[in-house]
């Protein structure tokens, strides 16, 4: 079955950096494209970088330039990688993959996982 495995998160003053991971099976993690997304208390989710098959990347414009997202596909794994953090960027950060089956396009999501920025 599919599974996706947050790690990393935890509490971080501000302008401090974090390394979050994803571990991933059940799929064929290669051919997925995956997404970072948070949700901060009483907010909707918030899309924060995804990284397609070809390993290009793509962030809105408020991480653009601090988080940065990477994939290794030897390890079944999505990393995103998160300097000069703010305190809005407390939230918990959730993993995405999006598979495209003959029988259509699925999504499935980790756990999430808490990160806290706060002095």
């Known amino acids: 079955q599919v599974q996706l495995v947050e790690s990393g998160g935890g509490l971080v003053p501000p302008g401090g950096s974090l390394r979050l991971s994803c571990a991933a099976s059940g799929f064929t993690f290669s051919a997925a494209l995956m997404r970072w997304v948070r949700q901060a208390p009483g907010k909707d989710l918030e899309w924060v970088s995804s990284i397609d098959v070809g390993s290009n990347t793509y962030y809105p414009n408020s991480v653009k330039g601090r988080f940065i997202i990477s994939r290794d596909n030897a390890k079944n794994t999505v990393n995103l990688q998160m300097n000069s953090l703010k305190p809005e960027d407390t939230a918990v950060y959730f993993c995405?993959?999006?598979?495209?089956?003959?029988?259509?396009?699925?999504?499935?999501w980790g756990q999430g996982t808490q990160v806290t920025v706060s002095s």
């Open positions: 995405n993959a999006e598979v495209n089956y003959t029988s259509g396009i699925k999504n499935y």
